[in-house]
């Protein structure tokens, strides 16, 4: 009988070491409403779960109001970025600190500011102070054939640099207008004397001038004149009757016609010009200022090459500086230098 007993209990334990895939019927069911049915059942006593079939989620009363129970992995996360740093592990002893690195503003020693977040590249600023107008470079008081200013002339006057005080050394001036930041315009009454003036310049580190940035010369009125025949040097199988100039034999670079009746002032500048009267033929024109040491292009300072192809080249000392334009028989072709120097080629009075 004993026996009996003993080997009943030993086959119930073994039948319970083995596990079961529980079927519908053995899980914990969880009463089942939607949101409104929730929230009209009456005093639910505190910690009761229901599942919301409006949204999926299992909701929990907390004593005065239905809570839902968020599943795990969709929580709500706080990502930092770059400049802001979280601390702290969400208890009531360490709670989330949330900072960012605090942006600066520096005065730099120059009057400029640098601002800075601490991330992103910092960027810099120039203030505008009165009495201070920013400006880059330097003054340019015309341009053209002598078109700088006279005694006692009032004009305006393009200006670039680093800050303008509004001072022209010996000038007055009467007005300034921003063109741009990089940019003014300053209306001048120039004074009586010739000569090169320093404009002032300020800012916040200290003021220093720009020398020499105000050019004031005399603005000879230019004339017009043709080169006679007696004022015309000939070299080579060269005639001239006054109106054209012509090669008559023997190719090459061997020939030339040259006056230095006309010469150019620096003072005052001026120009050469002509009127074209083939456009197929290899011909070269222009300014020297030693033209009897040889007949060779490369003698001639400014010059304009007429090609065969109807194509005009700029040389300077016989370098090329490529083609600019074409030509056509009739046109007036203009080198021109005006009182700072400065030359421009033309093409019926078109800079080209």
Known sequence: MIKKILIILLISIARLGFSQTPTAGDVAAIHSATLAEISAIVSPHEGSLIYNSDDSFLYQFTGSTWQILTPEDNETKIISDENVTIVGTDTSANPYIVSSIKPTFTTNPDGSFTFSNGVDPDVNFLPTIPGNTPIVSNSDAGTGNCSIFGTNETRNVIIQGAYFDGAIAGQTVNSVTINSSSQITANVTSGPSFGNYDISVTNNGGTSTLSGGFVLQSSTTLTNNSIGIADMILTGSMTYD???????????????????????????????????????????????????????????????????????????????????????????????????????????????
């Open 242 to 352: 006054g109106n054209k100039l012509i090669k008559t034999a023997t190719a090459g670079w061997n020939a030339q016609g040259y006056s230095s009746t006309h010469a150019i002032s620096a003072t005052s500048g001026g120009h050469l010009d002509w009127v074209a009267d083939q456009s197929n033929k290899y011909v070269m024109i222009g300014l020297s200022n030693t033209p009897s040491t040889n007949a060779s292009y490369t003698n001639l300072d400014y010059a304009m090459y007429m090609v065969t192809n109807s194509q005009i080249q700029i040389r300077e000392n016989g370098a090329s500086l490529g083609y600019v334009s074409g030509y056509l028989v009739g046109d007036r072709l203009t080198i021109n230098i005006d009182c700072l120097g400065n030359v421009t080629y033309l093409k019926n009075d078109i800079v080209i």
